[in-house]
């Protein structure tokens, strides 16, 4: 026989010491046995887990009608009720929340699925590019009961396709009005992807041990393999001496590039020139140093239309520094703000693993 639940439960719970009565909302529902439930429509997707499979997700999808033949497998994965839920006027599914959710989340060069599964909408990058969170938004999302939107970190290097959030209702159920807020909040989009826009790349090798042939240059072979991931290429390179007039020569020779990497000396040593070559030919430096390590002497700065990026020696020696942390904002024309730079210090101390999985890893998060 089947049973019909109350709408709400009323119990005690000890909270501060002190014994309080708490009402937990529940949606209407009659509790059928499996086996009498044969011509009955699904209320929510059935979620059927096998690890030995390698598999999770919805072995009947919401509406399904139960037929004679899914009684066993429905028993097989712990069902032994289904149940027929009623809401009432102002209750909202977790697929209908979602679906009418999806368009406020999902900004530029974002698509998302157009139906959900187990309640919850995937969002993934449409284009190779640069993702921007508005952090401010998706905390107060979060921060509303019953709601949940994870993503990745923000200024993550995406490929097309990259999964980067996921949103769902964690009860089945939730009050229309909670909708009604989250769209108040989203009067702009979450996310965002920027297209990588630089079109050409320059660079300049300082150094005498470079320039007289006293070592071979390794600078422009791994910038180089950086780049390559991002479909880049250098456009022009040139080698100098560590020599003010020199530095500067190649600098205006260069300028036209809306990218210019100036690899080498760039650190305290009297010998090391480069930084101040680059501030008498004008350049306005938005940083001369960051927090982060390995590559603390990495330093962003702008002259006329071209942003310079000064890339230290130490960035040679390991495989993610500073540089890869701020490559995907060079490419995307993302300006970096000074204020910015104390914010990387959490996080900013690489790990120096054996095996390095950057940037799948908490580095310069």
Do not use: W
Not at 162 to 172: D, E, G, Q, S
Not at 278 to 307: H, M
Not at 333 to 338: A, E, G, Q, S, V
Request: contains cysteine; proline residues 4%; hydrophobic residues 40%.
């Amino acid at each position: 026989m089947s049973t019909l639940s109350n709408r709400y439960i009323i119990y005690k719970k000890t909270l501060d010491k002190k014994t309080a009565l708490i009402r937990i909302y529940l949606v209407k529902k009659i509790k059928v046995p499996v086996e009498k439930s044969v011509g009955l429509a699904l209320a929510h997707d059935i979620t059927y887990i096998n690890k030995e499979e390698g598999f999770k997700g919805a072995r009947f999808k919401k509406g399904h009608i139960v037929g004679q033949s899914d009684v066993d497998i429905l028993k097989s994965i712990g069902k032994s009720y289904i149940y027929k839920l009623i809401p009432d006027e102002n209750d909202i599914h977790e697929d209908d929340f979602a679906i009418q959710i999806a368009p406020y989340i999902a900004g530029e060069n974002i698509f998302y699925d157009k139906s959900p599964t187990e309640g919850k909408i995937n969002f993934y990058s449409a284009i190779d590019g640069l993702l921007k969170i508005d952090k401010n938004k998706l905390f107060k999302i979060n921060a509303i009961s019953d709601l949940s939107l994870p993503c990745i970190h923000n200024n993550f290097a995406c490929n097309e396709n990259k999964t980067i959030a996921a949103f769902r209702i964690i009860p089945l159920y939730t009050k229309k009005k909670v909708l009604e807020k989250v769209k108040k909040i989203l009067d702009t989009s979450i996310f965002n992807v920027i297209a990588y826009s630089v079109k050409t790349i320059n660079a300049i090798i300082t150094g005498n041990e470079i320039y007289y042939g006293l070592r071979k240059d390794l600078f422009k072979s791994h910038i180089e393999g950086k780049l390559k991931k991002y479909g880049c290429i250098i456009n022009d390179c040139r080698i100098v001496p560590d020599d003010t007039k020199a530095i500067i020569e190649a600098l205006n020779q260069l300028k036209t590039a809306d990218l210019i990497f100036v690899c080498g000396g760039s650190s305290v040593d009297p010998d090391d020139v480069t930084k101040q070559s680059l501030s008498k030919a004008k350049v306005k430096f938005v940083f001369k140093s960051n927090p982060i390590q390995p590559a603390n002497n990495l330093s962003i700065g702008y002259l006329e239309n071209s942003t310079i990026c000064v890339v230290p020696a130490g960035s040679l020696y390991y495989k993610a520094s500073a540089l890869d942390i701020f490559l995907p904002r060079l490419l995307a024309k993302d300006h970096i703000d000074k204020k910015e730079l104390k914010f990387y210090s959490e996080g900013g101390l690489c790990h120096f693993c054996d095996y390095c999985t950057y940037p799948i890893c908490p580095f310069g998060k």
